[in-house]
């Protein structure tokens, strides 16, 4: 049984880059564009260049979007995580001590999905994955076969 899941893991973990992304990506349409009823349910925008919002969407739609499409995943990974570090610290947590308080459910729960993330890779169906392969293949062996570190 554990082998069979094992052998899922790669897609699975793909399934959920992919789920990840998406939301991510809409929610930074939904501040830059007004997108899904905009951040005022109203179709409104995160005025240009305002601190921390818009540059938080930014960081949401090109994020969101690299780890949708599996381009770059660990690296847009890696700064969505710090964005939703610095968002669930400086916006929600001095509301509250925990998420359910301060409504930094969301903030906390894609912070360490995108951390999760920088960690596992792309998984299968991402450009990740079909570029390694082609610059890759004079390598003696492939990242997948490696064993990994234990604690």
Same mark, same amino acid.
């Given at each position: 049984?554990?082998?069979?899941?094992?052998s899922?893991q790669? /897609?699975?973990?793909g399934?959920?880059?992919?789920?990840?992304?998406?939301?991510?990506t809409?929610?930074?349409?939904?501040?830059?564009?007004g997108?899904?009823?905009?951040?005022?349910?109203?179709?409104?925008?995160?005025?240009?260049?305002?601190?921390?919002?818009?540059?938080?969407?930014?960081?949401?739609?090109?994020g969101?979007?690299?780890?949708?499409?599996?381009?770059g995943?660990?690296?847009?990974?890696?700064?969505?995580?710090?964005?939703?570090? /610095?968002?669930?610290?400086?916006?929600?947590?001095?509301?509250?001590?925990?998420?359910?308080?301060?409504r930094?459910?969301?903030?906390?729960m894609?912070c360490?999905?995108?951390?999760?993330?920088?960690?596992?890779? #792309?998984?299968?169906?991402?450009?990740?994955?079909l570029?390694?392969?082609? #610059?890759? #293949? #004079?390598?003696?062996?492939?990242?997948?076969?490696?064993t990994?570190?234990?604690?």
């Amino acid at each position: 049984m554990t082998g069979r899941l094992n052998s899922a893991q790669p /897609y699975a973990i793909g399934l959920f880059r992919i789920v990840i992304g998406l939301l991510f990506t809409c929610h930074g349409a939904m501040s830059l564009f007004g997108a899904f009823g905009g951040v005022d349910g109203k179709g409104g925008t995160a005025a240009t260049g305002a601190w921390p919002n818009w540059y938080a969407a930014v960081i949401e739609l090109v994020g969101g979007s690299l780890v949708l499409l599996g381009l770059g995943t660990r690296a847009a990974a890696f700064i969505a995580s710090g964005a939703m570090a /610095y968002a669930y610290f400086k916006v929600h947590q001095p509301q509250g001590l925990f998420p359910i308080e301060n409504r930094g459910e969301g903030a906390a729960m894609y912070c360490w999905s995108m951390f999760l993330l920088v960690f596992t890779g #792309s998984g299968a169906f991402g450009l990740d994955r079909l570029f390694s392969k082609r #610059s890759d #293949s #004079s390598a003696s062996k492939p990242a997948s076969d490696q064993t990994p570190v234990a604690a």
